[in-house]
C-alpha cells in the first residue's frame, strides 16, 4: 500500500509523467500511477522525488523528460510541493515548473478517503520567457478493496492558460502489494480532449519508509499508438 502521498504536475493531458511538462497537476501521483491517491503528507514530513521518462509516437522523434519535486506536509491536513522538470526533442529544450498541494477532506481511515488536489504550472519554451501554462483542480478517492489492494479514482477540471479552454481529466487505478516491498500497479487515465492511457508499473521499497525506486510503460489507446516510459526514485525524510 501507499504511504502518505505525492505531489504533482501540469496538465491532465500531460497527467502521464513528466513528458508534457510536469505530468499532471494535482499531485505528482503516487508513481507508478499517474492517478494520485487521497493521502496527505503528516506535518513535517517530506519527500523528494526525480523521475526520468521518454515519449515515443510512430515517425516522431522522442521527447526526453526530467523532473524532480520536493514537497512537505504543512499540518492542517494538507501538503505542498514545488517542482521542475525539463523536457527535450531534438534541440529543442522547454521547462516547466509547478505548485501543487493536496488537503484531505476526510479522516483518513474514512471507509472512502477524499482529498482536494490543485496546482498552478508555468512554462518556457525556446524564444520566450516564463507563462502560466495551466491551473487545475482535483477530486481525489481512495478505498482499500482487500488487504493490500487499493482503488483511486479521480476527477479533475484543467484550465489551460494560452488556449483559454478547460478540460475533464479522469484516472482509475489499481494498486496490489506483492510481499514486503513490492507493489504492481495498473491505470487507465485520461481526459475529454483526447484518447485515454493505459499504464503499468513497479514499484519497490528498497529502504522500507525511506526510499523507493520504480518504472512505469503506458500507451494511449489511440492511432500512431504514442507511448511513454519513465522511471523514478523518491526518498522521504
Not at 483559454?164 to 487505478?173: K, N
Request: with cysteine; charged share 20%; hydrophobic share 45%.
Amino acid at each position: 500500500m501507499r504511504h502518505a502521498s505525492k505531489a504533482k504536475s501540469p496538465g491532465w493531458a500531460a497527467i502521464a509523467g513528466l513528458c508534457g511538462a510536469l505530468a499532471s497537476l494535482p499531485g505528482h501521483a503516487a508513481r507508478p500511477l499517474v492517478t494520485d491517491d487521497p493521502g496527505v503528507l503528516e506535518r513535517g514530513d517530506c519527500e523528494a522525488e526525480a523521475v526520468l521518462g521518454r515519449d515515443r509516437a510512430p515517425g516522431t522523434e522522442a521527447v526526453r523528460a526530467q523532473s524532480l519535486q520536493i514537497g512537505c506536509g504543512l499540518g492542517l491536513q494538507s501538503q505542498i510541493a514545488l517542482a521542475t522538470s525539463q523536457e527535450r526533442a531534438g534541440p529543442e529544450r522547454t521547462r516547466g515548473l509547478a505548485l501543487v498541494g493536496k488537503t484531505a477532506l476526510t479522516a483518513a481511515d474514512a471507509p472512502v478517503p477524499l482529498a482536494l488536489g490543485w496546482g498552478l504550472a508555468w512554462q518556457r519554451s525556446p524564444g520566450t520567457g516564463w507563462r502560466h501554462a495551466e491551473t487545475s483542480v482535483a477530486l481525489l478517492a481512495g478505498m482499500e478493496l482487500a488487504p493490500g489492494r487499493q482503488l483511486v479514482v479521480n476527477l479533475a477540471h484543467v484550465r489551460d492558460a494560452a488556449a483559454r479552454q478547460g478540460s475533464t481529466g479522469w484516472g482509475v487505478g489499481l494498486e496490489q502489494a506483492a510481499g514486503a516491498d513490492w507493489a504492481v500497479a495498473g491505470e487507465l487515465y485520461g481526459d475529454d480532449r483526447e484518447a485515454p492511457w493505459w499504464n503499468l508499473g513497479l514499484r519497490w521499497s528498497a529502504v522500507p519508509e525511506r526510499v523507493t525506486l520504480d518504472i512505469a510503460f503506458g500507451r494511449q489507446i489511440a492511432g500512431g499508438r504514442p507511448q511513454r516510459l519513465s522511471v523514478g526514485a523518491k526518498l522521504s525524510f
